[in-house]
Structure formats: C-alpha cells, structure tokens
T-cell receptor, first 116, second 114 residues
Framework: ETGVTQSPTHLIKTRGQQVTLRCSSQ?????VSWYQQALGQGPQFIFQ???????GRGNFPPRFSGLQFPNYSSELNVNALELDDSALYLC???????????????FGDGTRLSIL | AQSVSQHNHHVILSEAASLELGCNYS??????LFWYVQYPGQHLQLLLK??????LVKGIKGFEAEFIKSKFSFNLRKPSVQWSDTAEYFC????????????FGTGTKLQVIP
C-alpha cells in the first residue's frame, strides 16, 4: 500500500511569486485535504477535495486554490505569496464512503515552504 | 465554530511515568475525535480515534483516550511512557456526518527522559 506522497519536500520563494505543491493520495483514497502548519502551531485546514470538486474550505483567502485530478492526486496553488505563507503544507487523504464520513486521514510528510 | 484546546504545550517525563495530556473541544453537535502523533522527522500518524460507542478508546503503542461528553474532553493517557514516546501529540475534532473539516489543537510536545 503506497502512502501519501508530497512534492517537493522543500521550496524557497520570494514575495509576490506563485507556487504549486503536489500530493499523491494513498491508493484507494478519493478525498484529499490540505493543511497549513505554521511553526509551533497545529495544522490549519485549508480545503478539501472530493471527486475533483472542492468540498469545504477553511479561513484562507482566494489566492489559495486547488485541484484534484481523476486519479485523486491534488495540487495546492498559492498566488501572490506573502511572508506569512511560510509554513509546512500537509496533504492528507482518506476514503470517503457514501453515507459515512467516519474515515481517518492519512498524512504525507509535507512540503516546507519558505518565503523570503 | 469548532475549536480544540490542548492545555499542555511542553511536558517532560521520566521513563515509566504515567502520562495524561489534556484536550478540550468546542462543537455544537456529534463529534469524531482523534489523537495524532508526530515523531521527530516523521509525518503525522493516527494514534487513536473515537467515532461512537465505548467512550474509552484504545490506540496503538499502549495509548488510550477517554471521551467525556459532559466535559467536552478527550484526554490521552498512557500508564508508563518510554523514551520512544518522545514526540508531538495533536488532538483533533471533526463533526460527524457529511463533510466536516478537521480542526487541530496546537499540539503538546512530550519529552521522555531515559
């Protein structure tokens, strides 16, 4: 069973740039969630994708956007990067079954994004 | 809005000591509760979960947690910690039914001294 994989592992950008982070979900999982984890904080929910559609969103501005592909992999895009966007970005996948949401998420190792 | 509060930010214990990490949540409905662990240099791993039924939940590596609905609490316990339990522990809550986002606490760093 292949776990959740994220790429790249580290990334350095400057303010105003755009970034794309990638996530391959665990095999058999159809739902992907993205989280931002700032230093010393718990993960903060950005959004979730289920069957290629955004399924819920946290308190993040529209410059945070995403995609989910037919193979359930996902991208997180951030435009107009700001210094406060420096964080660890985590992807988590789960298998959502119709009529049940009780499926725990499996996390990737994250992408460490630094904004200079 | 749902929220999670972890009272202890940094806990230091000697090996064989007992552990209890506090977690309180706020949510106006039926909840699913989780504890995740992050060992140094590793990704978040699910330690245990509560969905329904027996409020005393047993997880991996000898951990357990008790859901006390009246106190909105889900404290994590282990009778005797080991050096290998050194890690950061996160409590998380999700509303049950349909889509619901997972909200994490700020985490508790546990350091076990040999």
């Amino acid at each position: 069973e292949t776990g959740v994989t994220q790429s790249p592992t580290h990334l350095i950008k400057t303010r105003g740039q755009q970034v794309t982070l990638r996530c391959s979900s665990q095999s058999g999982h159809n739902t992907v969630s993205w989280y931002q984890q700032a230093l010393g904080q718990g993960p903060q929910f950005i959004f979730q994708y289920y069957r290629e559609e955004e399924n819920g969103r946290g308190n993040f501005p529209p410059r945070f956007s995403g995609l989910q592909f037919p193979n359930y992999s996902s991208e997180l895009n951030v435009n107009a990067l700001e210094l406060d966007d420096s964080a660890l970005y985590l992807c988590a996948s789960s298998n959502r079954v119709r009529g049940s949401s009780n499926q725990p998420q499996h996390f990737g190792d994250g992408t460490r994004l630094s904004i200079l | 809005a749902q929220s999670v509060s972890q009272h202890n930010h940094h806990v230091i214990l000697s090996e064989a000591a007992s552990l209890e990490l506090g977690c309180n949540y706020s949510y106006g409905g039926t909840v699913n509760l989780f504890w995740y662990v992050q060992y140094p240099g590793q990704h978040l791993q699910l330690l245990l979960k509560y969905f329904s039924g027996d409020p005393l939940v047993k997880g991996i590596k000898g951990f357990e947690a008790e859901f006390i609905k009246s106190k909105f609490s889900f404290n994590l316990r282990k009778p005797s910690v080991q050096w290998s339990d050194t890690a950061e522990y996160f409590c998380a809550v999700k509303g049950s039914g349909g889509y619901q986002k997972v909200t994490f606490g700020t985490g508790t760093k546990l350091q076990v001294i040999p």
